[in-house]
């Protein structure tokens, strides 16, 4: 309960700092719901233009653009802190959190704030909204859309801290948890029916990345139980599996002593 | 692939620490002093050894010891940069599950102690460095720790604000028994603040002694003043062991090397030299003393 407390007070702290900087703000949120607009007026095109492929649809399209912005939003708004690990080792700026009294990995994440994926979620919201209302949600579906939107971000939560853990293992990790980063991120947007036989298992089981969008819209369309057991203990296996990359990364923390600033 | 090379930063270094000491732990630049810090405190893992404070090992109880120590950076902010310095003491009392009575309280009594109410509703961001380090210090104080580790706190700050800094950690320390254990280069905090000296080189202890015999225990060198009786007109080739450290008209000081020469035979030898009108014998002063002990102790590795 304390843990909690003190996440929940750390990001209220993190809001009023980075509303402090209004237009910043403000000019973050409009900026990534318009970057998020055009990204799937472009896929809208793709799928009029080549037509159904693999059984997606637009309406799919769009549930998948809500279900990756969502999680996203989610992760890296309350715990953009995450993101700023492979800063925080490289500068020492990381000695701070080794000396706060709570869970490590929790005071990381809510260290900073992240307001652009306020936009994500505004955005991820209303696609979902959308996808709802074009296929025409049972209640059944519906209430599958809010938990498999939970597992998702459970399993974005751990993709992002096995990437940023290795920013323990380099001098300065920002490129690669970058690349990496992006290796991740960027098949969890793609359309879903391109993925197929070696793909479909690589970015399924060795890259998370079809958890998060592609199989979450594939279980609400077919409501497939056995698809949603399967993300669910993936979702286990993963979050499971980064907590302990992180502890074993954190033992190889360097430090260093760079004159760093913040919370 | 690049070539890697092991670095020992701190080798079998050992030492305890009683409640309510104030230690300087002093070394040159890349002794082992900020490392030594960081193990004490949990965030670097020792390759071998125990590290024991207050009961709790660093490695595996970091979260129980957070909440009994207090710690300083000097080149290292832990204050909310954007918000009012109260929201930055608060957070510390918040993460230091603290009540909210207790926190207000506590802050009132830090603003009172480290005179910050006229800073105290103003982004960190916007405050001097002499402002800002006593607010660091303000912040690591929140929840009463036992211990308080500060490296290099007074680095940058001016000399009004390293007295004031100075004089409110002997005030926590007297008031609150708060053990004071301090990295600097600086030779007024250690003389001014510490009862008790640790000099590391090399990642090694090289002395661990109380402060005041710092000089006494290190003094290689004296120091003569030498007054003219009228003017030194030349200034003549000294005796093996002695050299000039100033050369004037009126005065010259030279400095003595007390294991070639002692200072009974230097003042004869100088006096046969000289014309004087008043003599003074001195020691080196701290920095000096310090400086030495680095020195000779690079020489011998």
Redesign the interface.
């Known amino acids: 309960m304390?843990e909690l407390?003190?996440a929940l007070?750390?990001i209220k702290?993190n809001i009023?700092?980075?509303a402090?900087?209004r237009t910043s703000f403000l000019m973050n949120i409009v900026g990534m719901s318009i970057n998020n607009t055009a990204f799937i007026i472009l896929w809208g095109f793709f799928v009029k233009s080549v037509g159904v492929i693999g059984g997606w649809t637009v309406a799919d399209i769009i549930g998948l653009q809500g279900f990756a912005a969502l999680c996203f939003g989610i992760v890296f708004s309350a715990g953009a802190g995450i993101r700023k690990l492979a800063e925080y080792t490289a500068s020492?700026?990381f000695?701070?959190f080794?000396?706060?009294?709570?869970?490590l990995l929790v005071r990381i994440a809510t260290s900073s704030f992240g307001v652009s994926a306020l936009g994500d979620i505004v955005f991820g919201i209303v696609c979902l909204g959308i996808y709802t209302f074009l296929i025409q949600a049972t209640i059944q579906q519906i209430l599958l859309i809010v938990l498999l939107v939970a597992i998702s971000t459970m399993v974005f939560l751990s993709a992002a801290i096995v990437i940023y853990s290795t920013s323990f293992f380099f001098t300065d990790a920002t490129s690669v948890t970058g690349s990496l980063f992006e290796l991740f991120l960027t098949p969890s947007l793609f359309h879903g029916g391109a993925f197929q036989g070696a793909m479909r298992f690589i970015f399924t089981f060795a890259i998370p990345s079809l958890l998060i969008g592609a199989l979450p819209v594939e279980i609400v369309r077919d409501i497939s139980l056995g698809k949603l057991l399967l993300v669910s203990v993936l979702a286990t296996f993963w979050f499971i599996v980064s907590i302990n990359i992180f502890k074993r990364a954190v033992?190889r923390?360097?430090?260093s002593?760079?004159?760093?600033?913040?919370? | 692939m690049p070539e890697t090379k092991e670095i020992v930063a701190v080798n079998d270094i050992s030492f305890s620490v009683k409640r309510g000491e104030r230690i300087a732990f002093i070394g040159p630049n890349g002794a082992g002093k900020?490392t030594t810090i960081?193990m004490l405190?949990?965030?670097?893992?020792p390759t071998s050894g125990t590290v024991n404070i207050l009961g709790f090992d660093p490695t595996k109880d970091?979260?129980?010891l957070?909440?009994q120590?207090g710690?300083v950076?000097g080149?290292?902010?832990?204050?909310?940069?954007?918000?009012p310095l109260t929201?930055s003491l608060e957070?510390f009392g918040?993460?230091?599950?603290m009540p909210e009575k207790e926190i207000k309280k506590r802050i009132v009594e830090l603003v009172e102690l480290f005179d910050l109410s006229s800073f105290i509703a103003q982004?960190v961001?916007k405050l001097s460095l002499g402002q800002r380090m006593r607010a660091e210090v303000a912040a690591s104080l929140i929840h009463k720790p036992k211990i308080i580790l500060l490296d290099e706190p007074t680095i940058g700050l001016d000399v009004v604000a390293k007295k004031s800094l100075r004089d409110l950690l002997l005030k926590i320390n007297k008031e609150e028994n708060t053990t004071i254990f301090l990295t600097s280069h600086d030779v007024g905090d250690i003389e001014s603040l510490c009862d008790r000296t640790i000099v590391i080189n090399h990642g090694v202890v090289i002395r661990d002694l109380p402060t005041q015999d710092l000089a006494k225990t290190f003094v290689y060198e004296k120091y003569i003043d030498l007054v003219a009786l009228s003017n030194f007109n030349n200034f003549p080739e000294l005796p093996e062991g002695i050299r000039y450290s100033s050369k004037d008209k009126n005065k010259v000081t030279v400095v003595v090397d007390i294991n070639k020469i002692n200072v009974q035979e230097s003042l004869k030898k100088l006096l046969y030299l000289f014309e004087v009108e008043d003599i003074d014998v001195y020691n080196a002063n701290l920095e000096t003393v310090i400086r030495h002990i680095y020195e000779r102790d690079s020489t011998r590795n």
């Open positions: 304390k407390h003190f007070y750390a702290k009023q700092s980075s402090e900087l020492g700026a000695d701070r080794m000396l706060s009294p709570k869970n033992k923390y360097e430090s002593n760079f004159m760093t600033f913040g919370n | 900020s960081k405190t949990g965030i670097l893992f970091r979260k129980k957070a909440y120590i710690t950076f080149q290292r902010s832990q204050l909310l940069p954007n918000l929201d957070f918040v993460m230091y599950d982004p961001r």
